[in-house]
């Protein structure tokens, strides 16, 4: 994975998380420009919002980071818009990168899926609206493998989301789901 260039359109380098042995996997939409500089998912201002979200149910981001499986739709940056802003992967680089997420899964047999942003929330449970899945638990299936999804918005600062109602509260109660859920309490965090 970590040599792929099949899509021209991506900025390299790829970024993946560490080779974390869980049951609990964590899929964003795909790194920001800062990331592969960092060399890990979420290592900015998303990531920031995204470890308090999970500081909440115990886990700060070493402890996250050392036990949760990190992947992504895709796993380079797409680059910038002409008019501003992270450029949305297009369908083939979705499909590009989809090998090595259907691998990983495969691979972990998680338990508990967190897809975190409408790009991640729509490659296992179908998205209209937000206020629809968030807050919820679905039965998905990938890879040949069926697991729990719990999805969350995705924490840019670009979006107010979840900073609002019903937002605010939807979180909160996916958050809970998730400590709630035995594959997150399997991993030994404070309840």
Not at 95 to 115: F, G, Q, T, V, Y
Not at 141 to 158: C, F, K, N
Request: hydrophobic fraction near 40%.
């Amino acid at each position: 994975m970590l040599q792929c260039t099949l899509c021209p359109g991506m900025v390299r380098p790829v970024v993946a998380g560490p080779a974390v042995t869980s049951s609990v996997l964590l899929v964003g939409q795909a790194p920001g420009d800062k990331e592969g500089r960092l060399g890990r998912p979420f290592a900015w201002t998303a990531g920031k919002t995204l470890f308090r979200w999970f500081e909440t149910i115990g886990a700060d981001e070493q402890q996250f980071r050392s036990r949760v499986y990190m992947a992504a739709v895709c796993r380079c940056f797409p680059g910038k818009k002409p008019a501003g802003g992270d450029r949305v992967p297009n369908n083939l680089e979705i499909a590009n990168c989809a090998r090595w997420l259907d691998a990983e899964i495969d691979l972990l047999r998680p338990r508990l899926l967190i897809p975190v942003g409408k790009l991640a929330i729509s490659q296992f449970v179908p998205l209209k609206r937000l206020a629809d899945v968030i807050g919820h638990a679905a039965r998905v299936e990938r890879a040949g493998h069926a697991m729990d999804a719990i999805p969350l918005p995705h924490p840019s600062g670009a979006s107010t989301w979840h900073q609002q109602e019903p937002g605010k509260r939807l979180l909160e109660q996916a958050l809970i789901l998730i400590a709630q859920h035995p594959a997150w309490r399997s991993l030994g965090r404070k309840q």
